[in-house]
């Protein structure tokens, strides 16, 4: 089964608006990385949390992490329409090696 | 650093054919990762090589699928034979082990076996 569970499954917004994305996941977990893929391209890693992390920013994305409710947000500030993408979460858990697990994705539409 | 590089982009086959997908990881990563990508099924995890040693196959979904890495910067995923619920597209992820922690992932390569 997998590890982690996207929500909403899919999201479109106007352009300037902010995106929050969620991800739940099962196990204790070593780190939560969130990846885009581009229709028809392979996955761009954006962001990774560690279990002792909280929160986590680089540009307009903003991560957090609650291990006790084994929850992750992605929020993507001031939306573009470039941002338009899939977005997965991925979580790295213990005793499994390093071997990422990853959930179904959100498919963000940013609309100009 | 030219990433991870797959070939081909692009594959269609006939049934019954074998069929061998290559990937080159960064230089100088230790792990190695084998993901199939469907619709029904989201990203798989097939297989991962640490140091070119095979760590967990159990995500290979039967026998007429086997995966090698005879160095640290090549590794083969075959299908032999292929059958048409092999249709998807098929990632190749390297990894520096610590501190980074992040897999980078190739272009993919579309396989559709008719």
């Known amino acids: 089964s997998q590890q982690g569970e996207e929500d909403p499954q899919a999201l479109s917004i106007q352009e300037g608006e902010n995106a929050t994305m969620n991800c739940s996941y099962k196990t204790s977990i070593n780190n939560l990385q969130w990846y885009r893929q581009n229709s028809g391209r392979g996955l761009v890693h954006l962001i990774l949390?560690?279990?002792?992390?909280r929160e986590k920013h680089s540009g307009r994305l903003r991560v957090t992490l609650d291990t006790s409710k084994k929850s992750s947000s992605l929020l993507i500030t001031a939306s573009r329409a470039a941002d338009t993408a899939s977005y997965f979460c991925?979580?790295?858990?213990?005793?499994?090696?390093?071997?990422?697990?990853f959930g179904q994705g959100t498919e963000l539409s940013v609309k100009p | 650093d030219a990433g991870v590089i797959q070939s081909p982009r692009h594959e269609v086959t006939e049934m019954g054919q074998e069929v061998t997908l290559r990937c080159k990881p960064i230089?100088?990563?230790?792990?190695l990762f084998w993901y199939r990508q469907t619709m029904m099924r989201g990203l798989e995890l097939l297989i991962y090589?640490?140091?070119?040693?095979?760590?967990?196959d159990s995500g290979m979904p039967e026998d007429r699928f086997s995966a090698k890495m005879p160095n640290a910067s090549f590794s083969t995923l075959k299908i032999q034979p292929s059958e048409p619920r092999d249709s998807a597209v098929y990632f190749c992820?390297?990894?520096?082990?610590?501190?980074?922690?992040?897999?980078?992932f190739g272009p993919g390569t579309r396989l559709t076996v008719l």
């Open positions: 230089s100088g990563h230790n792990s």
């Open positions: 992820a390297s990894r520096e082990d610590r501190p980074t922690d992040t897999q980078y």
């Open positions: 991925a979580t790295d858990a213990n005793n499994q090696g390093g071997k990422l697990i």
């Open positions: 090589f640490n140091n070119n040693v095979p760590i967990d």
């Open positions: 949390i560690r279990s002792n992390e």
